[in-house]
């Protein structure tokens, strides 16, 4: 659905006529009227392209519905993007942030839409030769290594989180998310942060953590898909133990012969594309690190992404999303926490749990 301000229609959430005056007070000029239609595939924050005149902007704003405090927090993209500008990490560049709720209901910021296109599909994905496929592989491994070594108190991030017992509070978050907006019973999800809990690894790293990097959180060149033109998707951006990270890369990445992630379904098992393996001895080899723990790393990213998934799911129950795609969110759900079970069922020291 688009809509344009000139008729002060809405576009899914978007009210395109008080956008407009709101891009005028903050300096930004709109030499025509604004027309603006969601991005589908968005299962989180709502993402819109938006045109008006010669210019086209993308504005990101949270879901329909109820937020948990927080979740869906997009004054924290707005920053971290902003302090990424000039890094080695690919960004889009900020134009403003709205935390006035007059405006929209909610608060929300517009940023530059770079040229590029998000592989979503493993026919998009298929399109791409095999020599690409490697080459996009291993920089998808390098933009993570590189904003690991960001110096984060340098770009002025050095608040945004507290690394010290980083681990520890993920799976107390994650756990409360879950019992916040618990719709049913959910076969291991207790048991597995159980272990999770029991387990935890020694975190011996900080880094801006990104929280959901994967091969469809990022824009690819449209001239050459190997290269990536920028990093999306930043509302869970943290600073704490990067291998929180890499294990959601992995976590996604798949491969020819194993079961897909339900999320990914695919993407990555095509010829060309590095194993999984390959995927972390790269990182580590780049970062000089020893992984001996990866399991519980593993496991973690899927019970957070199994508690993420829920949240969307009950969302989708209470029909409160926008868009297409959320009809098979919830079994989604209980695959992910079985894959998590099965994991953390082999961690050493892991308590029985009746």
Request: net charge negative; with cysteine.
């Amino acid at each position: 659905m688009a809509g344009a301000a000139g008729d002060g229609s809405a576009a899914d959430g978007l009210d395109l006529t008080a956008l407009a005056a709101c891009l005028e007070r903050n300096g930004v000029p709109v030499t025509g009227p604004l027309t603006g239609w969601l991005i589908s595939g968005g299962r989180s924050n709502l993402t819109y392209i938006v045109t008006g005149g010669a210019s086209e902007w993308v504005v990101r704003r949270p879901p329909l519905g109820q937020i948990f405090p927080g979740a869906h927090d997009v004054a924290r993209e707005h920053r971290v993007m902003r302090a990424l500008a000039g890094s080695p990490v690919p960004v889009p560049r900020m134009i403003a942030l709205c935390d006035d709720d007059s405006v929209l209901g909610v608060p929300f910021y517009v940023m530059e839409r770079v040229p590029g296109t998000v592989l979503r599909t493993r026919e998009q994905v298929a399109a791409i030769d095999a020599g690409q496929r490697a080459l996009l592989g291993d920089q998808l491994v390098d933009t993570l290594a590189m904003l690991h070594e960001v110096d984060y108190h340098a770009v002025g991030l050095g608040d945004l989180g507290r690394p010290a017992g980083y681990l520890e509070r993920q799976v107390a978050r994650w756990t409360r998310q879950y019992q916040a907006i618990k719709v049913r019973d959910l076969r291991y999800l207790d048991e597995v942060a159980t272990v999770l809990r029991a387990t935890l690894p020694q975190s011996r790293l900080a880094s801006i953590v990104h929280g959901d990097y994967r091969l469809d959180n990022v824009l690819v060149e449209a001239a050459d898909p190997a290269r990536i033109a920028a990093v999306l998707d930043w509302e869970m951006t943290t600073i704490g133990d990067p291998l929180a990270d890499l294990a959601t890369l992995v976590m996604f990445w798949d491969e020819p012969g194993r079961p897909y992630n339900p999320i990914s379904a695919g993407l990555t098992a095509l010829a060309g594309f590095p194993s999984a393996r390959a995927v972390i001895e790269r990182y580590v080899s780049r970062r000089g690190l020893t992984i001996d723990d990866v399991d519980w790393y593993l496991a973690f990213a899927e019970f957070k992404l199994a508690v993420i998934l829920e949240q969307i799911h009950a969302r989708h129950v209470a029909g409160q999303t926008v868009g297409e795609g959320f009809g098979d969110i919830g079994d989604m759900v209980l695959f992910l926490l079985e894959s998590a079970h099965e994991k953390t069922s082999r961690l050493p020291g892991a308590p029985a749990v009746s």
